[in-house]
């Protein structure tokens, strides 16, 4: 990858990938296209459109917080070439998940896993620092929101069962 400008603007190139794989990965929208009149053929399509724009807004919401978490751990062992970089690499990177990942069964695996790499290499090569630091980084990325997510859920778990029933004991 160039450490310079690289292809483009990776926003602007990643808006361009998301909405074939959003039409792609909608569930539910082609039954919605039955033969019994133009209004339901019209909404279905509208309704089409209008969930691509909210997946493309999203998607670069969503890419521009999980860069911003993943390129704190890059920044604390040792990535010091900037947030653009980081986002260039995860920006970048998504496209083989894009691409291949509305397949059924293998697509999301083996697009998710590819992405990984890319997104690793990218990462590595961009910043100037070892694989293993960038893979330190990204299970730093990974494990902590877990944790997080299972510590809530299981106070939300324990917090249902430790309610007692309203009235005389």
């Known amino acids: 990858m160039d450490q310079g400008q690289g292809v483009g603007f990776p926003p602007l190139f990643t808006t361009g990938v998301i909405p074939p794989h959003s039409l ?19 909404r279905a399509w509208v309704s ?6 909210i997946m493309v807004v999203l998607t670069l919401f969503l890419v521009f917080i999980v860069g911003a978490w993943l390129h704190l751990w890059v920044y604390l062992l040792g990535g010091k070439k900037g947030y653009m970089q980081t986002m260039k690499a995860v920006m970048y990177g998504s496209t083989p998940y894009m691409l291949i990942g509305w ?3 293998i697509g999301g695996f083996i697009g998710g896993l590819w992405s990984l790499v890319v997104e690793i290499l990218g990462i590595r090569e961009l910043h100037g620092i070892s694989t293993g630091r960038v893979i330190a980084a990204y299970l730093i990325a990974v494990i902590i929101p877990i944790i997080v997510i299972m510590l ?15 009235g005389p004991i």
Do not use: D, Q, T
């Open 24 to 42: 792609f990965i909608m569930p539910g929208i082609p039954p919605a296209l039955e033969p019994s009149g133009m209004i339901k053929w019209f």
């Open 152 to 166: 809530v859920a299981s106070w939300f778990f324990f917090s249902m069962v430790n309610v007692s029933p309203i």
């Open 103 to 105: 397949i059924p069964i």
């Open 48 to 53: 089409v459109i209008i969930l691509a724009i």
